[in-house]
């Protein structure tokens, strides 16, 4: 059963993989056949002669064909060396280095306080079903899951920030409390929705299961409502894990509007404005470390389905 596993989990692995590598081509496909002139962004309104041009088109592998300038740039990408920055002149590794820990501080407190307050709002609107408590809080939901998180983010502002004074208007802060709550207001503002997506989708995670026959005949067995629970929550949490796993994808492109509303200097701002001067090195090197993240998180869920339910272990098996 062992040998099974490993196998189920390297051939998750090499999809992954192969995944990876498919995104950096299309990404650095498009960058290529965008519009405009990295060379002449590079030198900016000024005059300047062929022979400068097609000096910095030599210097940034410019002038190769695309499968050359796509080899170059894969090979030395997966050394982590993502080429030197248009923008700035520096190396793209130590920028996106000096960027990354706002944006994971940032996602992470808004994840935790989406399953915090998603997962448990979820199964007691399911629970009570049809009672003034779900009709609430599946409204709220509806109202989260529809509401831009910028929006959020500034109404947060002008009342907590702003009107009270309690909360920071912008910047990062010094030290690990005083960076944790200049990131408050934007975990909030960035887990409204993820929360509220959460609450729909494990509220109709355990509905389903709720509806099954096992639970009449559990309850007909006479065991408490605390077992039954149980039961129906451990049939009910791959799609609530998968649901969690999804929202990996939704906090990166959330955190891009975020950030750039709270002037938090992350990865999403970074990735604003290196899309605005067409820095495509920076931009390759993002877009690949979204998709290694959504990838190796999306692989963690299959790979976490062997442990919640033994149906999927004695599929793999049986490969």
């Not at 529809?146 to 907590?160: C, D, M, N, T, W």
């Not at 002037?263 to 990735?271: I, R, V």
Request: charged letters at 15%; aromatic letters at 8%; proline letters at 4%.
């Amino acid at each position: 059963m062992n040998r099974a596993v490993l196998a189920f989990a390297l051939r998750r692995a090499a999809a992954t993989l192969a995944l990876l590598l498919a995104l950096s081509l299309l990404v650095f496909a498009l960058l290529y056949l965008a519009p405009g002139d990295v060379a002449r962004n590079l030198l900016g309104t000024r005059n300047v002669t062929p022979e400068a041009l097609a000096r910095i088109r030599e210097l940034h592998h410019l002038d190769e064909p695309f499968l050359a300038q796509y080899w170059w740039w894969l090979s030395h990408a997966v050394t982590g060396d993502f080429g030197t920055s248009i923008r700035t002149g520096g190396e793209v590794g130590p920028l996106l280095l000096d960027r990354t820990g706002v944006t994971a501080a940032t996602a992470g407190l808004a994840f935790l306080l989406s399953v915090l307050a998603g997962v448990p709002a979820g199964i007691a609107t399911a629970v009570r079903r049809g009672r003034p408590l779900d009709r609430m809080i599946v409204a709220a939901s509806v109202v989260g899951v529809s509401a831009p998180g910028f929006a959020v983010g500034l109404i947060l502002l002008y009342v907590f920030a702003l009107g009270l004074g309690w909360f920071p208007v912008y910047g990062t802060g010094e030290g690990f409390l005083d960076a944790l709550w200049h990131l408050v207001l934007p975990a909030v503002a960035l887990a409204c929705g993820l929360g509220a997506f959460v609450v729909k989708l494990t509220r109709a995670a355990v509905i389903r299961e709720l509806d099954q026959d096992y639970v009449t005949f559990a309850r007909g067995r006479g065991l408490s409502e605390r077992r039954v629970l149980r039961l129906v929550l451990r049939n009910a949490a791959i799609p609530i894990v998968t649901s969690l796993g999804l929202m990996v994808a939704y906090l990166f492109g959330g955190t891009v509007l975020i950030e750039v509303t709270f002037a938090l200097p992350g990865l999403g701002s970074l990735m604003e404005e290196s899309v605005l001067f067409k820095d495509i090195p920076v931009v390759q090197a993002l877009t690949l470390v979204v998709a290694l993240v959504v990838s190796v998180t999306a692989l963690a869920v299959d790979l976490s389905y062997l442990a919640i339910d033994p149906r999927v272990r004695a599929r793999a098996v049986r490969r």
